[in-house]
């Protein structure tokens, strides 16, 4: 017989007439058995893609008061509001390389469409609620942050505004 995929297949003529006996070459069950062994169409079963990792992780830290983290989430009125894993992944697409990590663009904003993203860890550092800020110009940024712009060290800029230099003075002399 030849199948509708165009592959040709031996089959007993007993399964031929019986209805639904023989669907396929034996393609579609190829086809269903690897789609029941990837999770989300991401990673196989046992396995999470690293995309599906920070979904759940995040969602935890949001909503399992018994997680490490949640006093910090979910504890302060952080929420996830992603209603699947799907919506999740189609708003953040794939992670761009395995140094990348989920990030809220707001720290104080929930997880939702519009403030997550992927960040490299220099990134993710400078957005943390401990992260120092100085606001400059009408523009407020981490310490970091400023200190690239200007071409200084963190050292010196610290070291200028604990002798009480003006911030003026400190990011441009």
Same mark, same amino acid.
């Given at each position: ?7 040709? +297949? @031996? ?23 690897? +789609?029941?062994?990837? @999770?989300? /169409?991401?990673?196989?079963?046992? %396995? ?6 920070? #979904?759940?992780?995040? &969602? %935890? ?8 983290? #949640?006093? &910090?989430?979910? /504890?302060?009125? !952080? ?6 894993? %799907?919506?999740?992944?189609?708003? !953040?697409?794939?992670?761009?390389? +395995?140094?990348?990590? *989920?990030?809220? !663009? ?26 120092? @800020? *100085?606001?400059? &110009? ?13 071409? !200084? ?9 604990? &002798? ?5 003075? +400190?990011?441009?002399?």
């Amino acid at each position: 017989c030849e199948c509708s995929c165009g592959n040709f +297949a @031996k089959i007993h003529i007993g399964n031929l007439t019986k209805q639904n006996a023989t669907q396929s070459c034996g393609c579609l069950h190829s086809e269903a058995t690897t +789609a029941r062994n990837y @999770k989300h /169409g991401q990673a196989k079963r046992g %396995q999470h893609s690293p995309e599906h990792d920070a #979904y759940i992780k995040a &969602r %935890q830290r949001c909503l399992n008061p018994k997680n490490r983290t #949640y006093h &910090r989430y979910g /504890g302060r009125g !952080i929420e996830f509001r992603f209603e699947s894993f %799907q919506e999740f992944f189609d708003h !953040i697409g794939e992670r761009p390389s +395995a140094k990348h990590s *989920l990030n809220r !663009i707001d720290n104080d904003g929930h997880y939702e469409k519009g403030n997550v993203n992927w960040a490299l860890p220099v990134d993710q550092s400078r957005n943390r609620s401990i992260t120092r @800020k *100085l606001t400059w &110009r009408g523009e407020t940024r981490p310490w970091g942050e400023w200190c690239e712009i200007q071409g !200084i060290t963190l050292m010196t800029l610290t070291h200028r505004l604990d &002798r009480k230099w003006c911030i003026d003075c +400190a990011l441009t002399l």
